[in-house]
């Protein structure tokens, strides 16, 4: 394995994250993290490509750290260039959500995350991929793409109720999609209203979809939903909002580390909670501990 460098760090900006309030979020904790890591690389992303050709010229360039300021999209970014590598990420949780932050136990609150950062030591953590693509939190198949595209159509900022609100909608206008799901040796065919394949316990601003989930615990977990008149529908939601929907009728969950999944028609896939351009088939796996991840602290196991 190449020598990394000793002491290099890359810090980006990313303008974009947070609403654009994340740049000036991470400039009050600049003097502290100058102070830690003295010669910082500081760049600033002109797209989310070129966030992710940041991160993969760090690794290349054996840099020791690369820290990324945002939320869930911004680490999602991030983890493309730095998965399987031995450059550390470090993360100033800034984003909705903060699923990923939050399942790796790392404070959200702006300095509280920058001195746990410089203190804090790296962590095998675990990936999931799409066709080899790594996401850190879920890949999802179904409504949550209309949901997005809903969302990225309004022109105001968007908060955690706007994404409520939206997945409600779609909850009771989406017709759903067929799947056909290879996982575990068994085949399910199924028409789903929300197919969702999780490395961390919550997606979406804190939603439990995969209560017992882990990115410390090398597996994946999925959680399928079948469609059903509506009132049932709303009623899983509700249930899954307070993660006691495993179980219920409906919905298939459990473990699987390497799933296939196809249907009659293309369906679209996202990462992390963004838009992509991957249609059914897709293979999704497991990345296990394929990110170090500076300060991870698994709350379940100390």
């Keep these: 394995m190449a020598t990394l460098k000793a002491g290099s760090t890359r810090v980006i900006l990313n303008p974009s994250a947070a609403a654009g309030r994340a740049a000036g979020q991470i400039n009050s904790v600049r003097a502290m993290l100058d102070h830690a890591w003295p010669g910082i690389d500081w760049c600033e992303s002109r797209s989310g490509a070129h966030l992710t050709e940041l991160c993969a010229e760090a690794a290349a360039a ?79 198949i ?24 939206a997945a409600v909608k779609t909850l009771l206008t989406y017709p759903g999609c067929e799947l056909e799901v290879e996982l575990n040796g068994a085949t399910v065919r199924e028409r789903v209203i929300f ?16 209560p017992t989930g882990s990115v410390f615990d090398g597996q994946l977990d999925y959680c399928l939903f079948a469609k059903r008149p509506k009132a049932a529908l709303f009623k899983t939601f509700l249930e899954m909002r307070a993660g006691q929907h495993i179980g219920r009728d409906g919905v298939l969950s459990g473990v699987a580390n390497k799933v296939r999944v196809s249907g009659p028609a293309p369906v679209a896939v996202t990462l992390d909670g963004e838009l ?21 602290t698994d709350a379940k196991r100390g």
């Design 62 to 140: 054996n840099y020791e750290r690369v820290v990324v300021a945002g939320g869930d999209g911004t680490i999602h970014l991030a983890v493309r260039g730095l998965a399987n590598t031995a450059t550390q990420l470090g993360v100033i949780p800034l984003g909705t959500g903060n699923d990923f932050a939050r399942a790796a136990g790392l404070p959200l609150e702006t300095e509280v995350a920058a001195k746990h950062l410089i203190e804090g030591v790296a962590r095998p953590v675990d990936l999931g991929a799409v066709n080899g693509i790594p996401f850190c939190c879920v890949a999802g």
């Design 142 to 165: 179904g409504m949550d793409t209309p949901a997005l595209e809903f969302i990225h159509s309004l022109p105001f900022a968007k908060r955690n109720i706007v994404y409520q609100a």
């Design 195 to 210: 197919a969702a394949f999780s490395n961390t316990p919550t997606y979406a601003g804190g939603n439990p979809i995969a």
């Design 276 to 296: 992509t351009d991957i249609r059914t088939p897709v293979e999704i796996t497991l990345m296990p501990g394929a990110i170090q991840l500076i300060g991870a």
